[in-house]
């Protein structure tokens, strides 16, 4: 491919795919002075990060995430300074309900594994406590665990202003961009794209979400990740019910009631997703299981109207966790996908941690339970 290249250019950093991690790489990049080259496939946030639903969570992550979502926090707060607007980003405690004796020692259990590894963000409420919280609550729910200084900001809004803030450190964005090729290429990383053009840098990174795991293979470098389409919903504007976000042990099920009173439902319920063509389809047999999930928590949703259902393609890890890590098959290429439908919450970090990954700088993240060649031996 490279060989049959029209024209040639030479960043410092290549960034493939344009949704939050990868504009979020982008920018941390650009801020420290690289020349960085951001190559999109169709146009920035297309796919899972603008149908997130926004939620900021360091409630319930696995161990290995929570440092992140920690430090991730103090950048959401920081966003106007660092996106140049704030992202809708409110604070706003996470409430993970327990609505049964056995989803309330998994509440427990939780928290003495939080608190064994030296944690304290999380803390559990009591039924009166929660019920003084969240008064709306059908009235068979027993506890939750909390966390206080969680939040939530508005996708779309964070895809405007991180492309904004990449163009405005001189990142160069080439949107209907899809990259055909990665190879090495003497002391750089060769990357073709579908058009035949070739880029040459000594840093490539893999932003390309749930198509990550195909690019990687390309490599020599298979992963456990597979497409998923998670499905969202939005009812029509209702009085005020609820603060909090709302998640539940043990039950597939999100919720936050929105500024103006529409609620946006999701939990990890699955369309269809083909990669191939990037269409995505929903499976109305989930929509209403989770429609029947929120109504069953919030008796007060049985007459609001839905006004929309949609989903976004996410890649999800046999471990739940992220592709984040240098190639161990090809130096120069760093991957960063994967986040298994929780990515929205870590992107302002993520950038960060690139950009030091490239810079072959330690961070203070331990990332070896991301490392790409995880699963190699299993
Ligand atoms: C419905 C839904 C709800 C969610 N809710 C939450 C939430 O509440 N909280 C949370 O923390 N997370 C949430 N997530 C997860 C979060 O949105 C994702 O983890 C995050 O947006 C991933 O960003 P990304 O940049 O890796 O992927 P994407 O946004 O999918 O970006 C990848 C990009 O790569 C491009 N691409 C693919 N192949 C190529 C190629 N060959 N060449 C060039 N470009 C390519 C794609 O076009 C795409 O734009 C949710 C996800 C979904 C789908």
């Not at 140049?84 to 409430?95: I, K, L, P, W």
């Amino acid at each position: 491919m490279a060989g049959g290249a029209a024209k040639t250019a030479r960043p410092d950093m290549i960034v493939i795919g344009g949704g939050l991690i990868g504009l979020s790489t982008a920018v941390a990049a650009a801020r420290a002075g690289m020349a960085v080259t951001l190559l999109e496939a169709r146009t920035c946030g297309r796919h899972a990060s603008s149908a997130s639903a926004g939620g900021v969570r360091s409630l319930n992550r696995h161990p290995s995430e929570i440092a992140m979502a920690r430090a991730a926090l103090e950048l959401w707060r920081r966003a106007p300074e660092l996106f140049g607007d704030h992202c809708g980003y409110a604070e706003s405690s996470q409430v993970r309900v327990a609505e049964d004796e056995a989803a309330l020692d998994g509440l427990k259990a939780r928290l003495a594994l939080s608190t064994g590894l030296g944690w304290n963000h999380e803390k559990l409420i009591e039924r009166d406590e929660l019920y003084r919280r969240v008064p709306a609550l059908a009235g068979h729910c027993l506890g939750a665990l909390v966390v206080e200084d969680d939040g939530f900001a508005d996708p779309l809004r964070a895809v405007h202003a991180f492309r904004r803030t990449a163009r405005s450190l001189g990142v160069t964005i080439l949107e209907n961009t899809p990259v055909a090729t990665i190879e090495r290429d003497g002391a750089a990383v060769a990357i073709g794209t579908a058009d035949g053009t070739a880029y040459r840098a000594a840093t490539a990174v893999n932003c390309a979400g749930a198509w990550g795991a195909g690019l990687a293979a390309a490599v020599g470098e298979p992963v456990d990740v597979r497409p998923v389409a998670l499905q969202m919903t939005v009812t029509e504007p209702v009085p005020a019910f609820v603060k909090p976000v709302i998640g539940t042990q043990g039950r597939k099920l999100s919720l936050k009631q929105s500024e103006i009173g529409t609620v946006v439902i999701g939990g990890g319920f699955e369309g269809r997703a083909d990669l191939a063509t990037g269409d995505s389809d929903l499976d109305f047999e989930g929509v209403t299981l989770n429609l029947a999930n929120a109504v069953r928590l919030f008796p007060v949703l049985a007459t609001a109207r839905v006004v929309r259902t949609w989903c976004g393609i996410e890649g999800i890890a046999r471990d739940d966790l992220p592709v984040l890590g240098p190639s161990a098959t090809m130096p120069g290429l760093i991957h960063a996908f994967g986040f298994s439908g929780h990515g929205f919450a870590l992107c302002p970090l993520i950038g960060e941690v690139v950009r030091d990954l490239a810079g072959g700088r330690n961070h203070a993240f331990d990332l070896g339970p991301f490392a790409p060649d995880r699963f190699a031996s299993t």
